[in-house]
């Protein structure tokens, strides 16, 4: 099904107010953070060269085994707070890399740093068993009953093996989205339990006040970052904004949208595509974030997002009052015009995936007749925001293609199942003709989004011109 805007009704809103945009992200910040994180490390390996660590390879078998473990540790506990800084909301980095890449990352190094972690206590003691000709059990006994902070090391090693276990991905499926987040913060837990242990039995920290330097540095830069971004900021912003909730609206099955107003919000920096962790302070529960997308671009007196109840957080959105006030994160997310390369876009979206889409779509600057959007719904019932694309689209000159119909089971598609006979690549052209020329921004479930990606870019769209932001954890 297909609805083409006419260009002729084209006509601009009246603005009022001036909203203040963000500045644009520089292309440097990206390599800095990269840098810096891998400096990280050789420092953190040039403090172990400083203090003997090469020459006690040569020194007998339980000096090297115990020169490796020591060293795995040190790189471990240094990719921890990496990690910790990763997700730490710092602007910096959220704006340079995007929260989905964010989680990967985040997801990687955290993975590293759990693996240094165990091969870090198996060479330790072995090393400990080989150096005092003791059975390994008896040492692992002597070693946590008598050595400093050991204790305090073994549980946090155990909230990091929780965090790690809720972190594959059978488990994240298992779990809420309110359990896996909560269950996450323990890794701040193993990070603190972590301190005494380095600092009372840590060979840098007993011997060497460079090294000292350095880990209260990082220590420091870590919490700092936690306590200013993921605390001071969001606090001082729902303060300074004062956002509340004006109206509650049903859309489609399950799909609800909540108008909130504030004040000053013009000053706010936020763009169309970006989203927000949301605190609803309306009972218990209101202490649980939910990350959710502008289903609008952002005016200078109102805010709105759109979800589906997938969840008690976005459940709960069908329930609030007018008057509820509203704690804010962010805004977060970089699928926003600030990617663009051309003077054409082209949005393909599935599902709730419409609501950043939407919010682009009045926000972007493009002539009429330059702009397409792709929805793909399982039935017209389910189109959310119909009415107000179709309106956009005559405004503005969109040509808007409803894709409807189940999913096709038979092959990995972004196809309905009543188009099995296109091809991914030969549907995305006939739709979109010369779309290697558009800017193509993609959300909605990953599998989708990965079947629309591959077409795209088998179809000839260059990578940089394919803008996608993934909301799933």
């Known amino acids: 099904m297909t609805y083409r805007g006419a260009a002729h009704e084209v006509s601009r809103p009246r603005r009022t107010h001036v909203r203040r945009r963000p500045r644009p992200t520089p292309v440097w910040w990206r390599d800095v953070v990269g840098i810096l994180c891998w400096a990280s490390v050789l420092v953190v390996v040039a403090l172990w060269v400083s203090g003997r660590g090469l020459q006690t390879l040569f020194s007998g078998p339980a000096d090297l085994l115990t020169s490796v473990g020591r060293l795995s540790g040190l790189v471990a506990a240094d ?21 989905d890449e964010l989680a990967r990352k985040h997801r990687l190094v955290g993975f590293w740093s759990f693996n240094l972690l165990l091969l870090h206590i198996v060479l330790i003691l072995a090393g400990y068993t080989l150096r005092d000709h003791n059975n390994l059990l008896r040492e692992t006994w002597t070693v946590v009953t008598t050595y400093g902070g050991m204790l305090l090391a073994v549980a946090a090693t155990l909230a990091l093996t929780l965090v790690v276990f809720t972190s594959v991905r059978a488990a994240r499926k298992a779990l809420r989205y309110e359990s896996w987040h909560l269950l996450h913060l323990y890794a701040y837990i193993g990070v603190g339990l972590s301190i005494p242990h380095e600092i009372w039995t840590g060979a840098d920290f007993t011997t060497s006040p460079v090294a000292r330097l350095y880990w209260w540095s990082a220590y420091g830069v870590a919490v700092g970052a936690i306590l200013l971004y993921r605390l001071a900021l969001p606090v001082w912003r729902t303060l300074r904004y004062g956002l509340t909730v004006r109206e509650v609206t049903h859309e489609a099955p399950g799909v609800v949208t909540v108008l909130l107003g504030g004040r000053g919000l013009h000053r706010m920096p936020v763009r169309a595509g970006q989203y927000f962790v949301f605190r609803f302070l309306d009972g218990p529960g209101w202490s649980r974030g939910n990350p959710y997308s502008l289903s609008a671009s952002p005016s200078p007196d109102r805010l709105r997002v759109t979800a589906k109840a997938a969840g008690d957080g976005s459940s709960r ?5 007018p008057g509820t006030r509203v704690a804010v994160e962010g805004p977060y997310g970089r699928l926003t015009a600030e990617r663009r390369v051309t003077d054409r876009v082209a949005m393909f979206a599935c599902g709730i995936g419409i609501t950043p889409l939407r919010a682009l779509l009045e926000e972007l600057e493009y002539e009429p007749g330059k702009a397409v959007l792709v929805y793909r719904a399982h039935s017209e019932a389910d189109l959310v925001f119909r ?8 405004r503005r000159g969109i040509t808007v293609h409803y894709v409807l119909g189940p999913r096709l089971r038979k092959r990995s598609s972004w196809l309905p199942e009543n188009a099995r006979s296109w091809s991914d690549v030969d549907a995305m052209w006939d739709l979109v003709p010369g779309i290697p020329q558009y800017d193509v921004y993609v959300c909605g479930p990953d599998r989708w989004m990965d079947a629309v990606c591959a077409a795209a870019l088998e179809v000839g769209l260059p990578a940089n011109q394919l803008h996608q932001e993934r909301f799933s954890w």
Do not use: K, N
């Open 79 to 99: 990719l921890l707070l990496v990690q910790v800084f990763l997700m730490a909301r710092v602007p910096m980095i959220e704006r340079s890399y995007g929260q």
């Open 317 to 321: 959105l069908a329930r609030l009052r």
């Open 387 to 394: 009415d107000e694309l179709e309106q956009l689209a005559r």
